[in-house]
């Protein structure tokens, strides 16, 4: 069962434009929708509530003074129950991260919504960059933002890539002077413009990075080299392999399997570029047809799944760029 937020009325607290629809689920919107009307759309139009925590005892009420318990303004439904100190991001302030982006900036919003009953809301946006390699193989830049009401997640902003063909996607590499991704706890009240300046600005990453994968694309490497590294990767270390795992072998095979024949994997076989885009199919679409599209979602975004796309990237480009 997916995690996509489901409102009484049937309304799914999710919307895109310029993009397909998830599980055809979500409202379409046009290009260039305004942040109003892509609130609405992606069900971030309610707020997060707060109120004291009491309890009954044989002896009668009484508080609980250092907790506070969230819900929604909508449906009044609990959220969860943090500490005094926290700090509350609000769902339409993910969409309002946006307005100036867009409207002076160029940026273009492409998908927003919630998930968990809300207890997880994001927006992402085209940046207006991209890149072609050999005229076909396009790649887009965008900006994602995501914040939750439960405690478990930082509110975190960070530019991503997406490989038009399959919608592989991975965290661009900066420049040095910029951060690859920022996190705010709920600890500390979060400041849009802030996020904005420690980002940094995309130009000079992005330059970086497209001429990086050109570079990869350019790289002629064979078969067997493949193999050795996906090995070296994610076999476990001073065991033969004969002794490997079976999860290990399986992995290494998948990602052999999407290096010869994943999507759009004819644009790229025999290169460095198509040994990485291998691992961003895996680690972001995942393997397992029974695995929650969710979880993967979060997963590839921010958790393991993104670090191993982004090291195996980092590791293309140590070799060859």
């Known amino acids: 069962m997916h995690n996509l937020t489901f409102r009484p ?10 993009l397909p629809a998830w599980h055809k689920l979500g409202s379409e919107l046009k290009s260039g929708a305004s942040i109003e009307e892509w609130k609405t759309a992606a069900g971030l ?4 509530f707060e ?25 009044k439904a609990p959220l969860s129950v943090v500490g005094s100190d926290y700090n509350i991001v609000q769902p339409g302030q993910v969409l309002e991260f946006f307005r100036d982006l867009t409207s002076l ?32 193989d396009e790649v887009n830049g965008q900006l994602l933002l995501v914040s ?18 399959c919608q592989n996607t991975m965290t661009i590499a900066l420049s040095d002077n910029s951060k690859n991704f920022v996190k705010r706890t709920h600890r500390s009240e979060w400041d849009a413009n802030e996020t904005k300046l420690d980002l940094g600005i995309l130009d000079e990453s992005w330059e970086k990075f497209s001429n990086g994968i050109k570079r ?32 290990a072998i399986k992995k290494v095979d998948q990602l052999m399997g999407l290096y010869r ?23 972001t679409h995942g393997s397992s047809k029974g695995r929650d599209a969710n979880k993967q979602f979060w ?8 670090e191993t796309k982004s090291d195996v990237f980092s590791d293309m480009m140590e070799m060859f760029a």
Do not use: C
């Open 45 to 48: 139009d309610w707020e997060i």
């Open 261 to 283: 024949h994943g999507t759009g994997a004819e644009l790229t076989k025999g290169t460095a570029w198509g040994l990485v885009n291998a691992t961003t199919e895996l680690f």
């Open 9 to 18: 009325d049937g309304k799914v607290e999710f919307a895109y434009a310029g």
């Open 299 to 306: 997963d590839s975004s921010f958790g393991k799944a993104d």
């Open 148 to 165: 939750s009401a439960d405690s478990t997640m930082s509110t975190q902003a960070r530019f991503t890539s997406t490989r038009v063909v």
């Open 216 to 247: 990869l694309s350019e790289i002629e490497v064979t078969d067997q080299f493949v193999t050795d590294y996906f090995k070296s990767k994610f076999y476990a270390k001073n065991v033969e392999e004969k002794d490997q795992t079976w999860g």
């Open 105 to 136: 900036h160029g940026y273009e919003l492409s998908a927003a919504g919630s998930l968990m009953g809300g207890k997880r809301f994001w927006a992402t946006a085209q940046v207006g960059k991209s890149v072609k390699i050999n005229g076909v």
């Open 51 to 75: 109120s004291g925590i009491t309890y009954h005892s044989i002896d009668g009420e009484h508080n609980f003074p250092d907790k506070r318990v969230l819900f929604r303004s909508d449906s």
